[in-house]
């Protein structure tokens, strides 16, 4: 039988994924990208002795995809997973640092938290499930937990994740493990701890939720799985791309390219691109999809030779909304990742932006540089400010929110796929948006194309 021919549009790790599983399994692999290397927004830049990334900075080892992925690319490219540090969060309130506490005497103590809701927090085992599946993540937490555990646990957690806003979130669809604790055990307490006593098989072991990045950067992945998948498979700076039908397969077209013919589609790029790339689908069902918001995100890398700020054993700290701060917060890279910055040095990336604070994507570089100057050397105590190095990233569609419209949006994927057999609309728009979850979604896709159409 003749192997069908695949197109994958975007060479993002969800791309790679497929690409790579599907060549694995003899597929006739074709790659199409508008950027002129792989990897989406993950890229990792080398300034001096700074090893910067400009997308994301870390991976979470959270389930078995990832890692059996990073297992094979050994050979390639080395896991850094990171040191002791990475188990502290900080979160800021009213201009001082506090620790997340990670027990119950820590609960107690922390500041973090009022005392009406560390009381009420012995109920929360106790209380009932909600039913309605589109309750947004800011009215669970209310409701099982309080107001302040929302301001000064979750909400800056959502900041650092979705760079989002807890009340427009649909907890279903953004967070769906912890929607499941409830909705399966009934609490958030009750159910972690029923689910850390349920046997694990060896597969499930590989999640060990530790953060990881890549010795020598994330590129270093992402070069790695390009090249074992094969790199003439990929065509890259690929403009005016268009998918049309041409009886039962789909023709690509592209500037200055012969169009060709395939058996199966796979999309993995994001929701606002669908419908230029695919004018054939149905408007109705793609304003659906268009529905979901995208934050607006500002990445300043900042690297010191020699650090004169307080000291920063930790992952981060994260700034909640109610703190009224013009940045996020900051990952303290140098802290929990080898080589990031010159010995007694540090490398801290920084966050501005994100779905409550759109306007940050117009602010000019100089005056990104003035804010972050003046937030940094606040919030860090830093007594000169001297960085040996600055780099500003700017994602206009950094990361998908799932909202309200999150079940019709994949209803309308759904029927969308239904209707065009070879068609696959993947990437994240849904299934979840960490490097993990792309990851296991493009493994997902590449083992359903084998087993039911390859």
């Given at each position: 039988?003749?192997?069908?021919?695949?197109?994958?549009?975007?060479?993002?790790?969800?791309?790679?994924?497929?690409?790579?599983?599907?060549?694995k399994?003899?597929?006739d692999?074709?790659?199409?990208?508008?950027?002129?290397?792989p990897?989406?927004?993950?890229?990792?830049?080398?300034?001096?002795?700074?090893?910067?990334?400009?997308?994301?900075s870390t991976g979470t080892?959270?389930?078995?995809?990832v890692?059996?992925?990073?297992?094979?690319?050994?050979?390639v490219?080395?896991?850094d997973?990171?040191?002791?540090?990475?188990?502290?969060?900080?979160?800021?309130?009213?201009g001082e640092?506090?620790?997340i506490?990670?027990?119950?005497?820590?609960?107690?103590k922390?500041?973090?938290?009022?005392?009406?809701?560390k009381?009420r927090?012995?109920?929360?085992?106790?209380?009932?499930?909600?039913?309605?599946?589109n309750e947004?993540?800011?009215?669970?937490?209310?409701?099982?937990?309080?107001?302040?555990?929302?301001n000064?646990?979750?909400?800056?957690?959502?900041l650092g994740?979705?760079?989002?806003?807890p009340?427009?979130?649909?907890?279903?669809?953004?967070?769906?493990?912890?929607?499941?604790l409830?909705?399966?055990?009934g609490?958030f307490i009750?159910?972690?701890?029923?689910?850390?006593?349920?046997?694990?098989?060896?597969?499930d072991?590989?999640?060990?939720?530790?953060?990881?990045?890549?010795?020598?950067?994330?590129?270093?992945?992402?070069?790695?799985?390009?090249?074992?998948t094969g790199?003439?498979c990929?065509?890259?700076?690929?403009?005016?791309l268009?998918?049309c039908?041409?009886?039962s397969?789909?023709?690509i077209?592209s500037?200055?390219?012969?169009?060709?013919?395939?058996?199966e589609?796979?999309?993995?790029?994001?929701?606002?691109a669908?419908?230029?790339?695919?004018?054939?689908l149905?408007?109705?069902k793609?304003s659906?999809?268009?529905?979901m918001?995208?934050?607006?995100?500002?990445?300043?890398?900042?690297?010191?030779?020699?650090?004169?700020?307080?000291?920063?054993?930790?992952?981060?700290?994260?700034?909640?909304?109610?703190?009224n701060?013009?940045?996020?917060?900051?990952?303290?890279?140098?802290?929990?990742?080898?080589?990031?910055?010159?010995?007694g040095?540090a490398?801290?990336?920084?966050?501005?932006?994100?779905?409550?604070?759109?306007?940050?994507?117009?602010?000019?570089?100089?005056?990104?540089?003035?804010i972050?100057?003046?937030?940094?050397?606040?919030?860090?105590?830093?007594?000169?400010?001297?960085?040996?190095?600055?780099?500003?990233?700017r994602h206009?569609?950094?990361i998908?929110?799932?909202?309200?419209?999150?079940?019709?949006?994949?209803?309308a994927?759904n029927?969308?796929?239904?209707?065009?057999?070879?068609?696959?609309?993947?990437?994240?728009?849904?299934?979840?948006?960490?490097?993990?979850?792309?990851?296991?979604?493009?493994?997902?896709v590449?083992?359903k194309l084998?087993?039911?159409?390859l």
């Amino acid at each position: 039988m003749k192997t069908k021919k695949v197109a994958i549009i975007g060479a993002g790790i969800t791309g790679l994924s497929v690409a790579y599983y599907l060549r694995k399994r003899g597929a006739d692999v074709s790659v199409f990208d508008k950027n002129d290397r792989p990897g989406g927004v993950i890229q990792t830049t080398h300034e001096g002795d700074f090893i910067c990334e400009n997308g994301p900075s870390t991976g979470t080892l959270s389930n078995p995809e990832v890692a059996e992925l990073i297992e094979e690319m050994k050979d390639v490219c080395q896991i850094d997973i990171a040191n002791e540090a990475a188990k502290y969060r900080w979160i800021l309130k009213k201009g001082e640092w506090h620790a997340i506490p990670d027990g119950l005497l820590g609960g107690i103590k922390t500041p973090l938290f009022t005392w009406a809701d560390k009381i009420r927090l012995l109920g929360e085992p106790f209380r009932k499930p909600g039913k309605d599946p589109n309750e947004t993540l800011g009215n669970m937490v209310r409701r099982r937990m309080g107001e302040s555990f929302l301001n000064y646990a979750v909400d800056p957690f959502i900041l650092g994740i979705y760079s989002g806003d807890p009340d427009k979130l649909v907890t279903k669809y953004a967070m769906p493990k912890l929607y499941r604790l409830e909705q399966d055990y009934g609490s958030f307490i009750g159910g972690a701890a029923k689910k850390m006593k349920e046997p694990k098989t060896e597969r499930d072991k590989k999640a060990t939720k530790q953060i990881f990045s890549i010795k020598g950067g994330l590129s270093k992945l992402i070069n790695a799985i390009y090249i074992k998948t094969g790199t003439e498979c990929f065509n890259f700076n690929v403009t005016d791309l268009r998918i049309c039908l041409s009886g039962s397969q789909y023709k690509i077209c592209s500037e200055g390219k012969e169009p060709e013919l395939f058996d199966e589609v796979i999309s993995t790029v994001g929701g606002y691109a669908l419908r230029e790339i695919f004018p054939f689908l149905s408007s109705e069902k793609l304003s659906v999809i268009e529905k979901m918001q995208y934050s607006k995100v500002i990445l300043v890398s900042v690297g010191f030779k020699k650090w004169t700020g307080m000291k920063l054993k930790a992952f981060g700290g994260l700034i909640p909304f109610i703190e009224n701060r013009r940045v996020l917060g900051g990952l303290f890279l140098s802290s929990f990742l080898k080589d990031r910055a010159p010995k007694g040095g540090a490398l801290i990336a920084t966050y501005l932006g994100g779905i409550r604070h759109p306007e940050m994507a117009d602010i000019s570089d100089e005056d990104i540089k003035d804010i972050v100057e003046n937030e940094l050397t606040s919030l860090f105590n830093i007594k000169k400010w001297n960085p040996d190095m600055l780099e500003i990233s700017r994602h206009n569609y950094a990361i998908p929110q799932y909202g309200i419209e999150s079940e019709d949006k994949i209803e309308a994927i759904n029927m969308i796929e239904k209707q065009w057999p070879g068609l696959t609309l993947a990437g994240n728009i849904q299934d979840g948006i960490g490097m993990a979850d792309r990851i296991k979604q493009g493994r997902m896709v590449a083992d359903k194309l084998s087993i039911e159409k390859l």
